[in-house]
């Protein structure tokens, strides 16, 4: 439950919001309520609450008459009868009865914040669906357990920042990876490098070393400019990211490559003048993509397309967790 | 040494990031060719080039150089300033060709 909200909210991007929302909306009476409360009888003298209520410094105790909820009398009530000098008198002659404002067990903390806010009273006896008293309710209840939940939410947040990996180690699965997929246009060169610079800010919020991120990014680069270049109507990036490996394949549907070797020697290029005017065509793309990856290939087919994947082992050293911190 | 102290030492005039020159710079980097910069040039270093094509702009973030510096005052495109704001790179330029341009940063110790 803690992964799915956290998981959540980060992929949404709101960081605990979602969570502190979830709770307002989904706590029920039921989890917050003191259970542990004492009661007085309507015969029990008024001098024997002031004792009770002193001794555990409360304020408003729930009054019970034969298992069922008979009123409620608060310190108020108290100071009513120390005025009048009636602290012999019981319990029912001072108490809140008749209409009382009560609490479900059942009900959302929400219902009960907003009854406070209209009644103005200070607590409210809680009742289960049999019309039992199961606990008392005050403002403070709720105050102190939504800062225990937003602690928690904050610490949640705070170990995912500190250990972005953690990402990883809270889905269960066999084998759990985060894909990210990017359209490249052919000739659309003003875009040229923002895949790979995703990629590259990815991996880094999500805990890779700044060394694996760039060898990552530079590889994915020269994948991206050679769609932008040489394809009919570019293709698509598609980064599989594994806690323990990386995978990007650069796929596109033609025009295919007619030498895949010399296409791999250093130099080769079949870049035209404007293209290389433009920096590129240094027949240095794919030689560079094998210096960065620790796995490579190239599949591809005249008149069907190319297929290049590249394959980045994640090194121990090579993880913020284990490496640079 | 800082990417302002040589400014302001070779006289160059800050294109883009003048906000942003508190930068260390390790080394220098020479190259037109996109692949071989890639290849070879290392975080930190000051990038010469008569390249001013908008791709330079990601070359140089990838490769997280200290800054480019255009050589020959080479007329850069509106596209490329703008790329190169968008991304937080420093772009300098220097009235003198590349051979000129990096004898005087091997003066100053680069």
């Known amino acids: ?325 | 040494m800082q990417i302002n102290e040589i400014v302001e030492k070779l006289g160059l005039t800050v294109l883009v990031g003048a906000d942003n020159l508190k930068v260390d710079v390790a080394g220098g980097y020479v190259a037109d060719l996109l692949s071989c910069v890639i290849a070879g040039a290392k975080p930190q270093d000051l990038w010469v080039t008569l390249q001013t094509h908008v791709n330079i702009v990601a070359v140089a973030a990838l490769k997280e150089v200290a800054g480019i510096v255009v050589a020959e005052s080479a007329v850069v495109p509106d596209a490329t300033l703008e790329k190169a704001k968008q991304q937080g790179v420093v772009m300098l330029s220097s009235p003198l060709p590349v051979y000129e341009t990096v004898k005087q940063l091997v003066a100053l110790g680069l």
Request: one cysteine or more.
């Open chain 1, 1 to 325: 439950m803690k992964s799915r909200f956290t998981l959540l909210s980060l992929l949404g991007g709101d960081g605990g919001l979602g969570k502190v929302h979830e709770l307002i909306r989904e706590i029920r009476v039921g989890r917050v309520m003191t259970t542990n409360m004492y009661t007085v009888a309507p015969d029990d003298l008024m001098s024997e609450l002031k004792e009770l209520m002193r001794e555990h410094h409360i304020s408003g105790v729930p009054v019970v008459e034969e298992g069922t909820l008979a009123g409620i009398v608060s310190i108020e009530d108290l100071i009513h009868s120390l005025e009048e000098g009636k602290l012999d008198s019981p319990v029912r002659d001072f108490m809140t009865s008749g209409e009382l404002i009560v609490a479900r067990a059942n009900e959302p903390v929400m219902e009960a914040v907003r009854r406070f806010e209209v009644t103005k009273i200070g607590r409210m006896p809680v009742l289960d669906t049999q019309d039992n008293l199961v606990g008392i309710i005050t403002r403070g209840d709720i105050i102190e357990a939504l800062l225990a939940a937003l602690q928690e939410v904050y610490s949640e947040a705070e170990r995912i920042h500190d250990h972005p990996d953690y990402f990883f180690e809270a889905l269960e699965s066999d084998s759990t990876s985060l894909v990210l997929r990017y359209n490249v246009k052919h000739r659309d060169f003003a875009r040229g490098g923002d895949a790979s610079a995703k990629i590259k800010q990815a991996l880094l919020r999500i805990g890779a070393s700044p060394v694996l991120a760039r060898r990552v990014a530079i590889a994915t680069y020269e994948a991206e400019i050679n769609l932008i270049i040489h394809t009919d109507n570019g293709g698509t990036i598609t980064a599989d990211i594994k806690p323990y490996e990386i995978s990007v394949l650069a796929e596109d549907r033609g025009p295919g490559i007619p030498d895949v070797e010399l296409a791999r020697q250093p130099g080769y290029s079949t870049a035209t003048p404007e293209i290389r005017e433009m920096g590129f065509g240094a027949g240095m793309g794919l030689v560079n993509i094998d210096r960065c990856t620790d796995d490579m290939s190239i599949w591809s087919a005249l008149g069907i397309g190319t297929r290049l994947q590249m394959i980045f082992r994640v090194s121990p050293e090579e993880t913020k967790r284990n490496g640079t911190g």
